[in-house]
């Protein structure tokens, strides 16, 4: 099901170089600041910090113009869906805007296209609803928003959902709960991809002990 | 030491319908992103909700123009230091830019002005450097990130640093600790200007029930 091209390989055997494996976030309107600010600020801390690991993270728009987020806040996108490099990883945030491209015909090809050459497909909070109206959670197990835990199972009634987890890690799926989800599903992935020690490190750098105050 | 103009009642005599307190999130080149969109979407989801409390929030940056974060996202900003509004609240998040801006005459003189009209000053994280560059941790009590508390002291040794709190309210004055602790801070900002009910319906909200995986 997975499209291996030269950019999969972690070599690149005509020059010997290392080739970096690039993880996109992507960016709509109406995204949910945090759901995509949160993952964005730990990958890139684990990116920069450890450019060794081969690793690199950018944000992507359908054209690569600036989105406005959920709450207004206005967000740049460093590539279009046109000019990103191969994918090994798609994180695709929640926020109001899926509710309209969850019935976005073209968004859903375009996510059915990612699943068939992006490893691993990854969703914070409503981001798993635009999955399960692209078919991609059927028969899986899945998390969202706390608020859209009824709507996925009616999107996929084969969802099996799990409503207690930060994010379920389903192999080459891996759905996180509400906004701050994404944080706790960003570490998981860094500690994937690049081992517990980076995770901890990037952790201890955006100093993630929180203490919620009520 | 407050400066009262029309703005900061309640209402407006004039017409009598209530006015709007405006809390300020300042944004700069090199701002890491997660300091400022935590408080942001924490703020926002609570002012957009509850309009009716009489709170908005707006980014800020000097000429009004986006700017790039620490790790390279751009973030728009919605106001220029010349347009913005008379403000209740200012949040000056950290990161790497805060060590041009605490030898910026320039803006440490604008954070002074603001000191003397604007009720509550917040930081997040190395924002507190610029506070204390500004001279205005004197004999305070005060927390920064956890590798700049050495830092904090050297630049004003009379602040009492708290190496322990997510935040430390001193009165007119909240600082934070690293990062994402500026999400704890913010929570805590709704629950002072607005009651804890409306803290805790924001945190559940973006789901704040934070679980570090590692």
Redesign the interface.
């Known amino acids: 099901m997975t499209e291996h091209t030269d950019t999969d390989s972690t070599t690149d055997a005509s020059t010997d170089q290392p080739t970096v494996r690039h993880i996109g976030l992507l960016l709509f309107d109406q995204v949910?600041?945090?759901d995509a600010?949160?993952p964005?600020?730990v990958l890139?801390?684990w990116t920069?910090l450890h450019p060794e690991d081969g690793w690199a993270v950018a944000?992507m728009s359908l054209d690569g113009t600036?989105v406005t987020g959920a709450?207004?806040?206005?967000?740049?996108a460093?590539r279009s869906f046109e000019d990103a490099p191969h994918l090994d990883v798609l994180i695709h945030p929640g926020g109001e805007g899926t509710c309209r491209l969850q019935q976005d015909a073209e968004h859903l090809d375009w996510v059915r296209s990612r699943r068939g050459t992006t490893s691993l497909m990854t969703s914070v909070?409503t981001g798993s609803q635009v999955y399960a109206a692209a078919g991609l959670l059927t028969n899986r197990r899945a998390t969202t928003?706390?608020a859209s835990l009824n709507l996925l199972s009616e999107l996929d009634p084969t969802v099996r959902t799990d409503v207690d987890a930060?994010?379920v890690d389903d192999g080459d799926l891996i759905t996180s709960?509400?906004?701050?989800?994404g944080?706790?599903m960003a570490?998981?992935l860094v500690?994937r991809l690049a081992g517990?020690d980076r995770?901890?490190e990037v952790?201890?750098?955006?100093?993630?002990?929180?203490?919620?105050?009520?």
């Open positions: 949910e600041e945090l600010v949160g964005w600020e890139a801390c920069l944000t600036p709450k207004g806040l206005s967000i740049g460093q909070s928003h706390w930060r994010f709960a509400g906004v701050s989800a944080i706790d570490l998981h500690a517990p995770a901890r952790r201890r750098g955006i100093q993630y002990d929180p203490r919620p105050p009520i």
